[in-house]
């Protein structure tokens, strides 16, 4: 077992978001970035098979997907989504974020 206490990783950084690697696995992995207000996680994707999910831990802001799809998220919600699916965060410009990523599996 292994016991991951996020309270170590609540650090912001105004000029960039913070990466955090939680978890590595061949099964999957897990990451926690913190994006400080109006911070954006850029939209990307990823040419490899698998799923990814994205929880918001605290704070509000946006997931965001293709064609600037964006859908309003805070704290409690999921996305679920393909790897290989256009997917980002953006933080509300009035609210710090904080988000945990699982990728299975990592590529």
Same mark, same amino acid.
């Given at each position: 077992m292994k016991l991951i +206490?996020?309270?170590e990783s609540n650090e912001f950084d105004e000029k960039k978001f913070k990466r955090f690697l939680l978890h590595d696995?061949?099964?999957?992995?897990i990451l926690n970035f913190n994006l400080a207000a109006g911070q954006l996680f850029p939209v990307h994707n990823h040419p490899a098979d698998g799923q990814l999910s994205i929880h918001v831990l605290?704070? $509000?802001g946006f997931f965001l997907g293709a064609d600037d799809?964006?859908?309003a998220a805070e704290a409690g919600d999921?996305?679920?989504c393909d790897i290989s699916? $256009? +997917?980002g965060v953006r933080a509300a410009e009035e609210s710090n974020m904080r988000i945990l990523v699982t990728i299975a599996p990592p590529f």
């Open positions: +206490h996020l309270s696995s061949p099964y999957f992995r605290d704070g $509000k799809a964006e859908m999921v996305l679920v699916e $256009k +997917h």
